[in-house]
C-alpha cells in the first residue's frame, strides 16, 4: 500500500480517528490506512507487506505516528499498545515493512524528527547517469546532442556538489531525461528551457552570474 504525507494528513487518517458516520446521525470511530493495512499482513504471516510512505517528510510526524514510534521498533514488534481513541490492542506485525520516500533537496521541509530517524535504516540514491541500464539508453538513443548534453549536466551536478549553499543532495537527476523515445531539437530544448534553468534559477536565485555562466553552458551542448 502507498500513501502520501502532507502537511493536512493527520493521525486520524494514518491509526484511527473519528468520522461522520455512514447513516449520517453523529459519529464513529474508524481506523486508518496503516491500522488496516497491518490487520492485513497480520493475517497473512507467510508473505511479506510493504507499506510505503512517498514525501515522509511533509507531514508532522510526531502527530501522525503517535505511540507508533514505539510499535516500529525491531524489538517491538508483535507488542501491543492500546489505541488512542477505540481503546484496542494493536501491534506490528514482523512480516510488515515501512518505505519512506524523500527529497533531501527540499529545503521548505524540516528533516526527519530524530526520534523517528533512529528507527529507519537510511538508502540515498544518487543520478544514476553512469549505470548499465543508462548507458544502454542512450546508446540506443544514438544521439551526439543528447550525449553532449548529459555529459554537461554530469559537470554541472560535480558544480552543485562543491557549492556550499547547496551541496550532493541537489544534483540533478537522470529521471528528467528518461522516457524519450526519439531525440529531437525541440525535446532537448524544452528539457534545457522549461526544467533545467528554471531550476537553477531555483538553486542560485542570489548568483545570477552562475545561473547565465550554466544556462549558457546547457543551450550550447544541445545547438
Request: glycine share 6%; hydrophobic share 40%; charged share 30%.
Amino acid at each position: 500500500m502507498m500513501v502520501q504525507f502532507h502537511q493536512s494528513y493527520s493521525y486520524e487518517d494514518f491509526i484511527e480517528g473519528f468520522r461522520p458516520s455512514i447513516t449520517g446521525d453523529g459519529f464513529e470511530i474508524k481506523q486508518g490506512s496503516f491500522v488496516n493495512f497491518s490487520r492485513k499482513a497480520a493475517d497473512d504471516r507467510e508473505n511479506k507487506y510493504f507499506f510505503i510512505i512517498d514525501e515522509i517528510n511533509r507531514g508532522n510526524l510526531s502527530k501522525i505516528f503517535g505511540e507508533l514510534f514505539v510499535l516500529i521498533e525491531n524489538d517491538k514488534r508483535g507488542n501491543a499498545l492500546q489505541l488512542l481513541y477505540s481503546n484496542e490492542k494493536f501491534f506490528i506485525p514482523h512480516n510488515l515493512y515501512i518505505i519512506g520516500t524523500m527529497n533531501t533537496a527540499d529545503r521548505s521541509l524540516a528533516m526527519l524528527d530524530y526520534a523517528l530517524r533512529r528507527r529507519f535504516a537510511f538508502y540515498e540514491m544518487n543520478p544514476k547517469f553512469d549505470s548499465d541500464g543508462f548507458k544502454k539508453y542512450r546508446e540506443a538513443l544514438n544521439s551526439e546532442k543528447f550525449n553532449n548534453l548529459i555529459g554537461k549536466v554530469e559537470e554541472l551536478n560535480e558544480a552543485i556538489a562543491y557549492d556550499e549553499t547547496l551541496g550532493e543532495g541537489f544534483r540533478i537527476g537522470h529521471s528528467f531525461f528518461c522516457n524519450i523515445s526519439e531525440v529531437t531539437d525541440t525535446a532537448l530544448k524544452k528539457i534545457v528551457e522549461y526544467e533545467l534553468i528554471p531550476l537553477l534559477k531555483e538553486y542560485w536565485f542570489d548568483e545570477q552570474s552562475k545561473v547565465r555562466e550554466w544556462s549558457r553552458k546547457l543551450r550550447s551542448a544541445i545547438e
